[in-house]
């Protein structure tokens, strides 16, 4: 090959551009031949790398790169300037360059022909050059009829062109290989940039797309470009403002003029769907990120506790999540609904989205789905709904128009015929493409609390988007992004009534693929039992989706209609739903163990406990099926003797669990307060006898010396907090004092604060919201639905019990009647159904010690404060609509998982890859008081914590509450089972104020903008 451009007399007959190569030419043949030869052979090379000697192998990768740069040397050649070399010829041979994928597959070949590369620039050089060349002087020109045997030159261009693109595209992958930028070329002044070349692309095919044409025409080398356009976004780092504006101008010119789905260019559609696909791109299309960088020495306040073999990737990983934290911290704010400026790339897009919904826009369907899916991806992640101001969005109410109407469609075409109507919907014809669609953008939106509420506010919007969703022939419960929508959509009332129609099919498919596994008759030959543990965690991970809403749990318990379907499971054996589950008629394995694990699950949930034991009678049922499980015999070593006499429970895996839920459901505490019995016995949980006391009747023997442990007190003498506030009982109560105030109790936070402390300095801060408008209608007043429910009554023993165990309250049934007089007043309207107890009033009755005149006084004085919808959900709630979502909870929960996600990306992540809601778990939590989450003395310093502070600070508590458990959490995570470390296991060493120079920082970061809209959202609720 080197003889042929070393011999000048050859010249004439070697392969040119103006001729191209004419394959029936004996000296193109050979130059042909020989180069397929050396093609094939760099082809096998990695094969047989360890074959060779280092020193021999790096020769030859040597002579390779001299021999594709060989046209570069100038001085080696006196040859015109259209002929043929190597790199071309290969070119033809190879236009995908298959031979640098190759060699760059593996470490080995990436070590040595990259830097083989770095010694020998002048090939980048070339590399650059040719595709800046080709880019000016592209002529998007068929080279008409080819003679036979002959490659024209053009054809030969694109090849090169081709070729070296999709070298440089796999060199600039690797680290090495982007260190070989910026370059200096010939034809240029200036240094050549990724940057720069981007940037020229994409100007390229802004330009073969004529602004003014109405078809969307792709040129033959467009598809190559985009690639290669795709893969450098993809490595980048960063994307300035220059390169965003060239990307957004074909759709930003068509904006102004009349729109068309045909009219957007196609690369500009794909560009923006690869940007809007990446977790770590999309913040570019909401206008901020390009502008701010961080260095990797600010990232010291964020380290992460987990482990990564290889630096670079820690520190890359360090550097996303600083400039998440940075960019999500400004998107906090919502735009106001008057806003109309689209400048930003995300603007831009809902705006041209919103203009083709209104129209109805069918005229290119694939199109107008690139949009759709853009906005659904814009809109799912909490930036873009604050960018793009989800609760007022114009775009979500053209996509319900239309989803309404194609809806309306489908349901017509089941009963009428088909012509009768002038859309035909049917599957996979275009209007059955965009109803699809608009359904996965809807569910997008439905996926965080604020795009909820702007969905709950339609009329049946939710009952049809989830209806549609559990009528898919495969419902996903694997997937964790379903099962988080669906307990979002659950957790308001249209859901709920969903729930309540599909209940007979929702847990078919979950049911019958467990029945499945443990029927598979290989793993039952195997005695394997891995993959039945697996399913059985992953219906149990199905179930934790419903547990944080009552109003789900009663949906799924409800009866299904008589009419109802079959069910793909068809034994007798196994059930059908969630009623037929809990009936613990029968102790058939695996159904029993998997019914106790499924009620563990739930009862988490205080009210869904007092409801289950209201309607099925657990407990009652437990502890029978515990004094079934005896034997008259001596026992083994393995049994333990019970409180009866000459009567030992049996210990298995049912028993154990069986007595886990009955201590878990009787006895109420949090982590010091309680010790839950383990399910696996071992030496650890036996007493000194070497017996571990089962029982089969309420109240459980020992119950305080074998489940509670002995609750430590730090109350030393008078703390600074209850001094401060006996020396200015008397005096201004302003926004001085309340400073003074909150010193004075971060001073004492580490002391256990005393009822009447926490009673007086209630009374004395609504003081300072005596006029606040956020004060509630006077709550103890004569009310004529003063009647409890049967799962209130269990409520009332339940509180009652705790504040007894507490020494809050004398053993008095004066006590139960107090109580229930006070709930009774505080009903404002008469509910069908059980709507959960009022835990806020509990805790203040135990607070007050049962005196009903200071509960009365307490509850005035809280009722002053701006906190009060936050702190006491249940009497906001029926202040408002009862069923209804407000806007101030939506607001809560949507700034709630931004704080996480940006302040806790690790314990954000394994939260979506559970499928989990912290707004929804923490939503469960407050509206039972932290009881059985926190201790006592840690309850009264949240209420402490709140009352001092502004209705801000209680995110910074549930934010605090997180950070603890994140290590736990991210354990949990890697073996499957988060929820079931979140929802049972106790939050074991959380002390409020070791937490609160934790949420002071967080308040000093984000207080301007969180309280602002808070308060915002307050006023709109109320």
């Not at 080398?221 to 994307?239: D, R």
């Not at 109407?405 to 002038?422: K, V």
């Not at 318990?557 to 589950?581: K, N």
């Not at 709140?946 to 959490?969: A, E, G, M, T």
Request: hydrophobic residues 40%.
């Amino acid at each position: 090959m080197y003889l042929y451009y070393v011999d000048t007399s050859n010249c004439s007959s070697l392969p040119n551009f103006k001729n191209g190569i004419d394959v029936s030419d004996p000296i193109h043949g050979h130059v042909i031949q020989i180069s397929h030869l050396i093609l094939e052979a760099v082809k096998e090379m990695p094969k047989n790398w360890l074959r060779y000697g280092e020193r021999r192998v790096e020769d030859i990768v040597g002579v390779f790169v001299n021999l594709l740069a060989m046209h570069t040397d100038d001085s080696r050649f006196n040859l015109p300037k259209d002929i043929l070399f190597p790199f071309h010829i290969l070119s033809v041979l190879d236009p995908k360059a298959k031979w640098c994928t190759q060699w760059l597959h593996a470490a080995f070949g990436q070590h040595l022909f990259l830097n083989t590369l770095s010694q020998n620039m002048a090939l980048v050089t070339f590399l650059v050059e040719e595709i800046l060349s080709y880019l000016e002087t592209y002529q998007n020109g068929h080279p008409g009829d080819m003679p036979e045997n002959i490659i024209p030159g053009c054809i030969v261009k694109y090849a090169t062109f081709t070729h070296t693109l999709s070298v440089l595209s796999q060199v600039v992958c690797f680290e090495k290989g982007r260190q070989f930028f910026p370059v200096v070329t010939k034809t240029t002044s200036e240094l050549v940039s990724l940057e720069v070349m981007l940037v020229r692309m994409i100007m390229f095919l802004n330009s073969g797309s004529s602004y003014k044409s109405t078809v969307c025409m792709t040129p033959s080398g467009f598809e190559v470009i985009l690639a290669f356009v795709k893969k450098l976004l993809q490595i980048g780092e960063e994307i300035n403002e220059n390169l965003m504006k060239t990307i957004i101008e074909p759709i930003k010119y068509r904006s102004m003029q009349p729109m068309k789905c045909n009219n957007i260019p196609c690369h500009t559609m794909k560009i923006l769907l690869h940007l809007a696909s990446s977790s770590t791109k999309i913040s570019c299309l909401l206008g901020s990120r390009q502008k701010h960088k961080l260095s990797i020495s600010k990232l010291n306040r964020n380290q992460n506790t987990t482990n990564t073999s290889a630096v670079g990737m820690r520190k890359t990983r360090q550097m996303n999540i600083s400039l998440e934290r940075q960019f999500s911290a400004r998107s906090v704010r919502i735009p106001s609904i008057g806003n109309t400026d689209v400048s930003s790339p995300a603007k831009l897009i809902e705006h041209i989205t919103t203009i083709l919904m209104k129209h109805q826009d069918l005229s290119n369907v694939d199109e107008l789905l690139s949009l759709v899916e853009m906005c659904g991806k814009l809109f799912r992640i909490h930036e873009g709904l604050s960018m793009l101001d989800a609760m007022n969005s114009q775009l979500i109410s053209a996509v319900i128009v239309l989803y309404k109407q194609l809806s309306s469609e489908i349901e017509s075409s089941r009963y009428c015929s088909a012509h009768e109507y002038p859309l035909k919907i049917k599957a996979g014809n275009p209007p059955h493409a965009v109803y699809m669609s608009l359904v996965s953008f809807l569910t997008e939106v439905a996926s965080t609390p604020c795009g909820l509420y702007a969905l709950a506010q339609e009329d049946s919007v939710l009952q049809d988007l989830l209806t549609t969703l559990f009528q898919y022939s495969y419902v996903p419960w694997e997937h964790p992004a379903f099962r988080h929508v669906v307990s979002l959509i659950t957790a308001v009332w249209q859901g709920a009534s969903v729930l309540a129609e599909e209940s007979y099919r929702i847990l078919t498919r979950p049911l019958c693929n467990l029945w499945s596994e443990f029927e598979d008759p290989l793993a039952l030959m195997s005695g394997s039992e891995r993959k039945q543990i697996e399913a059985t965690q992953h219906f149990i991970n199905v179930i934790y989706t419903f547990i944080p809403n009552l109003q789900g749990i009663m949906a799924l318990l409800s009866e299904p209609d008589s009419s109802s379907e079959g069910t793909l499971v068809d034994t007798d054996m196994a059930p059908r739903t969630l009623a037929e589950l809990l009936t613990f008629d029968s102790t058939v394995e695996p159904w029993h163990y998997i019914s106790l694990l499924t009620l563990r699950a739930l009862t988490t949930n205080m009210d869904v406990c007092l409801y289950l034991n209201s309607t099925i009678k657990y407990q009652e049922k437990l502890l029978k099926l515990q004094s079934e499980n005896m034997s008259e015999s001596e026992i083994e070593e393995s049994r333990m003797k019970s409180n009866s006499v000459n009567k030992c429970i049996i210990i298995d895996k049912c028993s154990l669990l069986r007595h886990q839920i009955l201590i878990a459901t009787y006895a109420v505490g949090g982590p010091s307060e309680r010790i839950l019995p383990a399910v696996v016995i071992d030496a650890e949980h036996l007493d000194g006898d070497g017996e571990s006391n089962l029982f089969c009747s309420l109240p459980p023997p020992k119950l305080a010396s074998a489940t509670r442990k002995m609750r430590s007190t730090r109350l030393k003498g008078q703390t600074d907090i209850q001094r401060f506030l006996q020396d200015t009982k008397q005096g201004l109560h302003d926004a001085s004092w309340l400073s003074h105030a909150r010193r004075a109790y971060r001073a004492s936070c580490s002391d256990d604060i005393k009822g009447s402390v926490l009673l007086d300095l209630l009374e004395q801060v609504a003081k300072l919201s005596s006029n606040s408008q956020y004060q509630l209608s006077a709550p103890l007043q004569e009310s004529k639905y003063g009647v409890l429910s049967p799962e209130e009554c269990l409520g009332v023993q339940v509180v009652i019990r705790y504040g007894v165990e507490l020494h809050l309250l004398q053993e008095s049934p004066q006590n139960e009647e107090n109580l229930t007089q006070l709930l009774c007043l505080l009903k404002h309207r008469k509910c069908e159904t059980f709507q959960g107890l009022d835990w806020f009033a509990a805790t203040v009755f135990l607070l007050c010690g049962g005196n009903m005149e200071r509960c009365q006084s307490c509850i005035g004085n809280i009722s002053a404060l701006p906190v009060t919808p936050f702190l006491w959900p249940a009497h906001a709630s029926a202040k408002d609509n009862l069923q209804s979502l407000s806007q101030h909870s939506a607001m809560f929960g949507h700034i709630l998982e931004l704080l996480i996600k940006m302040e806790l990306p690790l314990a954000f992540s394994a939260l979506q890859l559970a499928g989990a809601s912290w707004w929804l778990i923490c939503r469960q939590w407050m509206a039972q008081c932290f009881w059985n989450v926190l201790d006592w003395s840690e309850i009264c310093h949240w209420l402490a914590v709140s009352i001092l502070n502004q209705p801000d600070f209680i995110l910074y508590f549930c934010v605090s509450l997180l950070q603890h458990i994140q290590p736990k959490i991210l354990q949990a995570a890697s073996e499957g089972n988060l929820w079931e470390q979140i929802m049972c296991a106790p939050m074991e060493g959380f002390h409020v104020g070791d937490q609160l120079p934790v949420m002071e920082k967080l308040a000093k970061r984000y207080r301007t903008s969180v309280l602002h809209h808070l308060l915002t959202s307050l006023n709109s609720t109320t």
